[in-house]
């Protein structure tokens, strides 16, 4: 069975500083990473996907992750946080292969809020 | 291209009634997966079409619950009798065929049920 935790439910950071949202995963088989968004009122964004290559994986909005395999993480970063950047961010695992495929499964979501 | 469709986006309904919500997938998208997230929980998989078959339903949550796709194309999810607990944002995504798990889903703006 696969799982993801997200530390931290809640993350604030002040405009200009960088941004770290923590994702940990458990996968029985190599896993396919996600991060995704939701601004309000708005449906689920992919911000980035990690699936095989290099393990360090830019995506939009400056936003990039690095996928640590011995420590079964794929921790989210932005060097300088916007205004803009508030929103949720739900970090989730493929099930890749056999009849599942495609499903995921994510974790409890981080709010982030950015403050002048 | 027009992304995912869901509708309405805003449902209340009182416990016992029948609600039916609606996704429609982008064109040409065989995939079409339902997820559902419960107020302070993670958003969970419910199900997963291909075309018009079910591939893998484990995440329906019991028999009140009803997917259909009819000619592989639209999906409409019944809740039929409606309980408190059902209350949540349903979210539809969409793919396209990738059985290695390396692909993009579109996820729709949800629509949020609340059961009175």
């Known amino acids: 069975a696969q799982s993801v935790t997200q530390l931290g439910s809640h993350v604030s950071v002040s405009e200009g500083a960088l941004v770290l949202l923590r994702c940990n995963y458990s996968?029985?088989?190599?896993?396919?990473l996600f991060w995704y968004v939701q601004y309000p009122n708005q449906g689920l964004q992919l911000l980035l996907k990690?699936?095989?290559?290099?393990?360090l994986v830019k995506g939009i909005n400056g936003f990039e992750a690095e996928f640590k395999k011995s420590e079964t993480s794929f921790h989210l970063t932005k060097p300088s946080a916007h205004m803009s950047d508030a929103a949720e961010y739900f970090c989730?695992?493929?099930?890749?292969?056999?009849?599942?495929?495609?499903?995921?499964?994510f974790g409890q979501g981080t709010i982030l809020t950015v403050h002048p | 291209e027009a992304g995912v469709t869901q509708f309405p986006s805003h449902s209340v309904i009182e416990k016992g009634q029948t609600v039916t919500l609606r996704c429609d997938p982008i064109?040409?998208?065989?995939?079409l997966y339902w997820y559902r997230r419960v107020m302070g929980k993670e958003i969970k998989f419910l199900l997963h079409?291909?075309?018009?078959?079910?591939?893998?339903e484990s995440g329906m949550p019991n028999n009140r619950f009803l997917a259909e796709r009819t000619g592989g194309t639209y999906s409409t999810l019944k809740v039929q009798p409606a309980e408190l607990e059902d209350s949540g944002v349903y979210f539809c995504?969409?793919?396209?065929?990738?059985?290695?798990?390396?692909?993009?889903?579109?996820f729709g703006s949800g629509t949020r049920l609340t059961v009175v």
């Open positions: 995504a969409s793919s396209q065929i990738a059985r290695d798990g390396n692909y993009g889903y579109t």
């Open positions: 996968s029985s088989v190599p896993p396919y």
């Open positions: 990690y699936t095989t290559g290099a393990t």
């Open positions: 989730a695992v493929n099930h890749a292969g056999g009849t599942s495929y495609g499903k995921l499964t």
């Open positions: 064109s040409g998208h065989d995939n």
């Open positions: 079409f291909v075309k018009e078959s079910k591939q893998d």
